[in-house]
C-alpha cells in the first residue's frame, strides 16, 4: 500500500483545539516523518492510544487489533503471561503508520521487546517523571547522571524528551536476558541513583511518598509494559512530541519542547539522533554483575 493513496477521512476536523490542529495535520506529520519513526516501530507489538474527537474527547488505548482492520495491516499475536495471547498491530512501513493515524492514533506506545522474542528486551528504558516545580535543569542534571552511570555499566545510553513532563534515558540490550533480568537491573540502578541523591530522586510507587522528588519509573521493562515511541504525538495540548535529542543537545531540551510543526523541520536538517541505536546494545546481565559488585 502507497501510503499517499490512503484518503483522510474528515481532515478538517479539529484533534488540538490550542492550535487548532486538525485529523489532516495529525496524518500530514505522520506521513511526513514516516521514513524516520517506522525503525523505531518495527517488529514491535503496539498499544494505540486513539482519540476520535480529538484531545477534548474521549480517548482509550488499544492493544488488541479490531478485526475490520485491512488484511495488509500486520497483525500478530503476543503471547500474555496468563497463557493467553493479545492480537497486537505491528507497524513495518509508512502506510500502515498513516492507515492508524487516519483511525485517530494520536500517541504510539511500543514494547521494549519484538514479536520474533517478546520475552527478550532489545531496550531499558528509565522514566524520569517529576513532580510540578521541578525545574528542567534540574531533570537534565538527573538524566546526565543516569546515562554516566549506564556507562560506568557498560551501556550506552540515549534521551528523548516525552512530550510531558520528562525524559527517558534509554539504553540498547543485547537481547541476551529476560524481561525478569532486565527489569531487575532497571530496579538496581534506580535504587542506585536515588540512594545517591535521596532528598531529589525516589522510586516509591505512591505518589503519596514521593514528596517533590523526581520518579525514577523504571516499571516500563517489564514483560507487556510500553513506554512513548520516538516522534509519537502526544495528547496533551500543544500537540507535542516525544523526540530524542543529542546530549549536547540536552542543554536546550525542554520535555515538552518539540511539536508537530518543529520536528519535521528539525528532520529536515538533522539526523535522527537515535539512528545507530540498535548497533550499540549491552547486556544487561553484565551491567548487573557490575552494578551489584561495585555496590
Not at 488505548?61 to 500486520?74: G, H, L, M, S, V
Not at 521487546?113 to 534540574?138: F, K, N, Y
Not at 512513548?228 to 523526540?243: E, N, Q
Request: aromatic residues 8%; charged residues 25%.
Amino acid at each position: 500500500m502507497n501510503p499517499a493513496d490512503i484518503e483522510v477521512s474528515r481532515p478538517g476536523k479539529v484533534f488540538y483545539p490550542d492550535g487548532p490542529v486538525t485529523k489532516g495535520d495529525v496524518v500530514a506529520y505522520y506521513r511526513r516523518v514516516a521514513d524516520v519513526m517506522v525503525p523505531h516501530l518495527r517488529g514491535r507489538p503496539l498499544t494505540l492510544r486513539r482519540f476520535p474527537d480529538g484531545i477534548g474527547g474521549d480517548g482509550w488505548f488499544q492493544k488488541e487489533a479490531p478485526d475490520w482492520f485491512p488484511d495488509w495491516i500486520r497483525v500478530e499475536s503476543v503471547p500474555t503471561r496468563d497463557g493467553g495471547s493479545v492480537h497486537h498491530v505491528v507497524c513495518d512501513d509508512a502506510a500502515t503508520l498513516v492507515y492508524l493515524a487516519n483511525q485517530a492514533v494520536l500517541e504510539f506506545h511500543v514494547w521494549t521487546s519484538t514479536v520474533d522474542e517478546p520475552g527478550r528486551p532489545d531496550l531499558v528504558v528509565i522514566d524520569l517523571d517529576p513532580p510540578a516545580g521541578v525545574g528542567v535543569a534540574e531533570l537534565r542534571g538527573v538524566a546526565r547522571h543516569a546515562r554516566d552511570v549506564l556507562g560506568s555499566l557498560g551501556l550506552t545510553a540515549f534521551v528523548q524528551t516525552t512530550g510531558g513532563r520528562g525524559f527517558h534515558v534509554v539504553a540498547p540490550l543485547d537481547r541476551t536476558s529476560d524481561h525478569e533480568v532486565v527489569l531487575s537491573f532497571a530496579r538496581e540502578v534506580a535504587d542506585f541513583l536515588a540512594a545517591e541523591d535521596p532528598a531529589r530522586l525516589t522510586t516509591q510507587q505512591r505518589k503519596s511518598n514521593r514528596g517533590d522528588r523526581i520518579f525514577l519509573d523504571v516499571n516500563r521493562n517489564g514483560y507487556a509494559q510500553t513506554f512513548v515511541a520516538p516522534y509519537s504525538l502526544r495528547a496533551r495540548p500543544g500537540a507535542a512530541v516525544a523526540t530524542p535529542v543529542d546530549w549536547a543537545e540536552l542543554g536546550r531540551a525542554a520535555p515538552d519542547g518539540f511539536d508537530l510543526r518543529r520536528v519535521p523541520r528539525r528532520l529536515a536538517r538533522k539526523a535522527d539522533p537515535w539512528r545507530d541505536l540498535g548497533v550499540r546494545a549491552g547486556s544487561a546481565a553484565k551491567a548487573l554483575d557490575r552494578l551489584t559488585r561495585e555496590a
